[in-house]
């Protein structure tokens, strides 16, 4: 009998880390983890074994898939949107292959025990692609059949994965005799930005955010890349893991849709810098506009509608933005920086 196992990739990242806090202090004990580094102990700690390789290595997953029972796979290995800008083949053969890599291992996994696989995919808000800064301002909050015309290598990416979680759980091989759809249970959130107080992002666009706060709580000096009118929506870590067990927690026959919008709260880049500076009134933040990155930021949606998830799975953000930094930011980031 081959170990029962949660497969998490990416496990060393900011979601990754977030994923494994919770899932361990549920009690789950039998996550294993893919990243291309070494996990940290944080993550050793709370994980049954974690392997160092790439999602593009077939003998890595053949290996697992001969050794391990998978339940369900949390995929979270990816390039963000501004490292994929300046590698756009490489964010693609990761975004791309290595998530088509993950669904196979899901359907090998599945057709071998028979049970379901369930599939956890983080999209992105970078799936939309508003044409101008008017229409940004004025078309309100998009629903998630809106402007998916992404300008980003890592929105292609994203939203093309999409397509092959359906494929793969509606119509993988509909021509063979043999009927594989239900296999695998493909579930997916359209990520607004998201804010940890554990952990810095690395290489996305909308890090300004989190690297503004922590960068007060360091007192160090920070230049915002975007305008101070930059608005796209966000959340804490704690509410995007929230809606991840929530998605996965759902009964399939409430999920009206594969892929769901979440959000939280929309300030601009310049309120988010009012809020940082009532609890760090000496912050040293000023604003050098990045004008590729400004543009970015500028194709995203200034709000989204969140509608179907509350209805279908109860989706609602515990933290709006006051909260955020009362309830979950500053307790945390206070602890992190001051006591040591
Ligand atoms: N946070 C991501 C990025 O900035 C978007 O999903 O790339």
Same mark, same amino acid.
């Given at each position: 009998?081959?170990?029962?196992?949660?497969?998490?990739?990416?496990?060393?990242?900011?979601?990754?880390?977030?994923?494994?806090?919770?899932?361990?202090?549920?009690?789950?004990?039998?996550?294993?983890?893919?990243?291309?580094?070494?996990?940290?102990?944080?993550?050793?700690?709370?994980?049954?074994?974690?392997?160092?390789?790439?999602?593009?290595?077939?003998?890595?997953?053949?290996?697992?898939?001969?050794? &391990?029972?998978?339940? @369900?796979?949390?995929?979270?290995?990816? %390039?963000?949107?501004? /490292?994929?800008?300046?590698? !756009?083949? =490489?964010?693609?053969?990761?975004?791309?292959?290595?998530?088509?890599?993950?669904?196979?291992?899901?359907?090998?996994?599945?057709?071998?025990?028979?049970?379901?696989?369930?599939?956890?995919?983080?999209?992105?808000?970078?799936?939309?692609?508003i044409p101008n800064l008017e229409k940004k301002t004025s078309v309100?909050?998009?629903?998630?059949?809106?402007?998916?015309?992404?300008?980003?290598?890592?929105?292609?990416?994203?939203?093309?994965?999409?397509?092959?979680?359906?494929?793969?759980?509606?119509? &993988?091989?509909?021509? @063979?005799?043999?009927?594989?759809?239900? %296999?695998?249970?493909? /579930?997916?959130?359209?990520? !607004?930005? =998201?804010?940890?107080?554990?952990?810095?992002?690395?290489?996305?666009?909308?890090?300004?955010?989190?690297?503004?706060?922590?960068?007060?709580?360091?007192?160090?000096?920070?230049?915002?890349?975007?305008?101070?009118?930059?608005?796209?929506?966000?959340?804490?870590?704690?509410?995007?893991?929230?809606?991840?067990?929530?998605?996965?927690?759902?009964?399939?026959?409430?999920?009206?849709?594969?892929?769901?919008?979440?959000?939280?709260?929309?300030?601009?880049?310049?309120?988010?810098?009012?809020?940082?500076?009532?609890?760090?009134?000496?912050?040293?933040?000023?604003?050098?506009?990045?004008?590729?990155?400004?543009?970015?930021?500028d194709?995203?949606?200034?709000?989204?509608?969140?509608?179907?998830?509350?209805?279908?799975?109860?989706?609602?953000?515990?933290?709006?933005?006051?909260?955020?930094?009362?309830?979950?930011?500053?307790?945390?980031?206070?602890?992190?920086?001051?006591?040591?």
């Amino acid at each position: 009998m081959r170990k029962s196992i949660i497969l998490i990739s990416g496990v060393n990242g900011e979601i990754g880390h977030g994923l494994v806090r919770s899932l361990y202090d549920q009690g789950i004990r039998n996550m294993i983890g893919i990243d291309l580094s070494m996990a940290d102990d944080f993550v050793l700690e709370r994980t049954e074994d974690c392997l160092i390789g790439n999602i593009l290595d077939r003998n890595l997953l053949e290996r697992i898939n001969a050794q &391990y029972q998978i339940e @369900s796979i949390y995929h979270m290995a990816a %390039l963000l949107s501004t /490292r994929a800008e300046f590698s !756009p083949v =490489i964010a693609h053969e990761v975004n791309v292959d290595g998530t088509l890599n993950l669904l196979d291992l899901a359907m090998e996994q599945a057709q071998s025990h028979g049970q379901t696989v369930k599939f956890f995919f983080p999209s992105s808000i970078a799936v939309y692609g508003i044409p101008n800064l008017e229409k940004k301002t004025s078309v309100g909050a998009i629903h998630e059949d809106d402007f998916r015309y992404p300008q980003t290598m890592y929105g292609c990416n994203k939203l093309y994965c999409e397509s092959l979680g359906d494929y793969y759980s509606h119509y &993988y091989k509909r021509l @063979s005799a043999h009927d594989s759809s239900g %296999l695998v249970d493909f /579930r997916s959130l359209r990520f !607004p930005g =998201i804010i940890s107080a554990q952990t810095l992002p690395a290489g996305g666009t909308s890090d300004y955010a989190p690297e503004m706060i922590h960068a007060a709580a360091k007192r160090q000096h920070y230049s915002c890349f975007v305008r101070e009118d930059a608005t796209i929506p966000f959340m804490t870590m704690s509410d995007a893991i929230r809606a991840i067990h929530l998605l996965m927690a759902a009964p399939q026959n409430a999920l009206t849709q594969m892929v769901y919008n979440v959000k939280a709260f929309n300030p601009s880049a310049g309120e988010f810098l009012s809020i940082v500076k009532t609890y760090y009134p000496d912050a040293d933040i000023d604003f050098i506009i990045n004008d590729n990155r400004q543009a970015i930021i500028d194709s995203w949606p200034a709000d989204i509608n969140d509608d179907q998830a509350r209805k279908d799975w109860g989706w609602s953000a515990k933290h709006d933005l006051d909260k955020a930094f009362s309830e979950y930011l500053m307790p945390e980031i206070r602890s992190r920086y001051e006591h040591n």
